[in-house]
């Protein structure tokens, strides 16, 4: 199975910017879709952006065009830019992918913090 290793959480002020990375272990190619989700404590587990390997890209209703999900095919990598963050944007942050035999994959996530 792949291995993701997210980075670049941390705290951030309300208004604030952070850019999430997620590196994968082989070759995404081949992955039918990167995503990012979150989980806020005592919250179900939630979709924040998708990318599937065409390019299209869907995005959680509570986005509203703050966030853009990219990837870097020749970097193995997905990366998630987070403009005008507020306190509700609180959660652990995980990358996943879905390949088509191996269905999805999961990293340990990455802690965003964002103060008011």
């Known amino acids: 199975q792949v291995q993701l290793v997210e980075s670049g959480g941390g705290l951030v002020q309300a208004g604030g910017s952070l850019r999430l990375s997620c590196t994968a272990s082989r070759s995404i190619l081949r992955f039918v879709a990167m995503g990012w989700y979150r989980q806020a404590p005592g919250k179900q587990r939630e979709l924040v952006a998708r990318i599937t390997s065409g390019g299209s890209t869907n995005y959680g209703d509570f986005v509203k065009g703050r966030f853009t999900i990219s990837r870097d095919n020749t970097m193995n990598m997905v990366y998630l830019q987070m403009n005008s963050l507020k306190p509700e944007d609180t959660a652990v942050y995980y990358c996943?992918?879905?390949?088509?035999?191996?269905?999805?994959?999961w990293g340990q996530g990455t802690q965003v913090t964002v103060s008011s």
């Open positions: 996943s992918v879905l390949e088509v035999l191996r269905g999805s994959s």
